[in-house]
């Protein structure tokens, strides 16, 4: 009980209102489990939850190596059934805690390994161009699946840290030569060009999940540079406009003001810090007395969960800066 009132106190030391009691009358066994688990400190089963409906109902359209299919075909060079898998994985281990103790995770993660490039990254979903964003989302999910040291792992992040920018963060190579993502030969990027905070902060996230390269200085520069970003618009024209901070999904997607702050208090930074103070705030000036939050939901608004999902990834986020 000590644990569950330091958690739920320090929740409110951000908040006005308590988050946890609509999340809990939702009598949601995945979110029950999940807030009992991050919220409460408690030592859960979350095996529990690879038995309900919703995931055995995404299980069974699993393809025999791994993959899962996106609903319509794309061209080669474009592989968009590695997107397919991602969303899936993603969903399965945001929402009901699968890890690579469950076969279908390790063959799911066996189908996206194998588009990996030799140099590290994820490709294919941007053709032949290589993918700083869904490379870094992958290599996250990777990560929280159980997989830090897995060689390709390494392989991804060797690729990061050989692909900066000049002043340390990440852009998608083709824009930073005003040329189109999906151009037939990979484009060199001209790092001198500035960084893309929406690529940044998804390369960041990955940084952030893993217990040993959060603490990296290069990963502490691309904080930083992110923190300067919030509520800018873009260097790029892709997710430019400053709107796009504030438009959320679940499990994570592109960058937004959620996602950063997950990824800041992974790594330790101050919520008194003044730009993640301002973002902390920002969500705190939308919340409902009943402690729920009115937010504009991007992606998989036909979960009609997600504004739990989004609650309960805010609470997350909030205590690890306790």
Known sequence: MANTHLSRRSLLDFLQYDPIPPLLSAQDPAVTLLVERDVFGKDVDVTKLWELKEPKRLLKKQQSNGSFLYPTKKPAPFNYDLYETFNVVGTLVGKYGFDKRHPAIEKAVSYMISCQTEEGDFRGIYGRQPAHTYTGAILELLVLAGYANHPSVKRTFDWFLATRQEDGGWAIPARTRKKHYAADEPIDADISKPFSHMVTGMVLRAFAAHPSYRRRRVARIAADLLKSRLFQPDKYTDRRGRE???????????????????????????PDDPQIARAIAWFGDRQNRDGSFDLVMRRGTGDKRLPLWLSLALCRALLRFE
């Open 244 to 270: 796009f901070w504030t438009k959320f999904t679940y499990p994570f997607g592109y960058t937004d003001l959620l996602t950063a702050l997950d990824s800041f208090g992974r790594m330790g930074l101050r």
